[in-house]
């Protein structure tokens, strides 16, 4: 459920009470990289045309998919190492000759890891959270509905 907290607008002076809705946020990362001499898969055609190109220029880049994996880090308890594999659609403008550039696309991936703290994961999370195509089919219209979380730890 969402944590009610006031936020005071800076530019009128008019105090609101808004809704910020998270999960336990222990830890996080954010990061901006260019990415340079990614390679790029082709098709067998647009490879030919690439190999007789006068000149290449990237009219376009799109994240299309992004894979994650969460494994915890050995001898660190709490810690996790986050893989992703972002995919992206790459559009190439393909000079051949003379004329209007020929639109090739492609596929290119990108690997990045980083380490997160995320709690020491002694506690058992259940979830009302509505999951399509799973058993709760009375919910199937419903994707608003506030979300139940129950932490539980086992007795010692």
Same mark, same amino acid.
């Given at each position: 459920?969402?944590?009610?907290? $006031?936020?005071?607008? =800076?530019?009128? &002076?008019?105090?609101?009470?808004?809704?910020?809705? =998270?999960?336990?946020?222990?830890? #996080?990362?954010? *990061?901006?990289?260019?990415?340079?001499?990614?390679? @790029? %898969?082709? =098709?067998?055609?647009?490879?030919?045309?690439? *190999?007789?190109a006068t000149g290449i220029k990237c009219r376009k880049s799109e994240?299309?998919?992004? %894979? #994650?994996?969460?494994?915890? !880090? &050995?001898? $660190?308890?709490?810690? %996790?190492? @986050?893989?992703?594999?972002?995919f992206f659609k790459i559009t190439l403008d393909v000079f051949t000759?003379?004329?209007?550039?020929?639109?090739?696309?492609?596929?290119?991936? %990108?690997?990045?890891? !980083?380490?997160?703290?995320?709690?020491?994961?002694?506690?058992k999370t259940f979830s009302s959270k509505f999951r399509d195509g799973? &058993?709760?089919?009375?919910?199937?219209?419903?994707?608003?509905?506030?979300?139940?979380?129950?932490?539980?730890?086992?007795?010692?």
């Open positions: 459920m969402g944590d009610r907290v $006031n936020s005071c607008c =800076t530019n009128n &002076a008019c105090s609101d009470e808004v809704c910020i809705q =998270t999960r336990k946020v222990y830890d #996080s990362c954010r *990061d901006k990289e260019c990415i340079e001499n990614m390679r @790029v %898969y082709l =098709t067998e055609s647009g490879q030919s045309l690439v *190999d007789r994240i299309i998919w992004v %894979y #994650s994996d969460v494994e915890p !880090v &050995a001898f $660190n308890r709490g810690y %996790y190492s @986050v893989d992703l594999k972002f000759g003379i004329g209007r550039p020929v639109s090739v696309e492609g596929i290119a991936t %990108y690997d990045k890891k !980083v380490i997160l703290f995320g709690s020491e994961g002694n506690a799973a &058993a709760d089919i009375q919910l199937w219209q419903k994707n608003n509905l506030p979300v139940a979380q129950i932490d539980v730890c086992d007795s010692i």
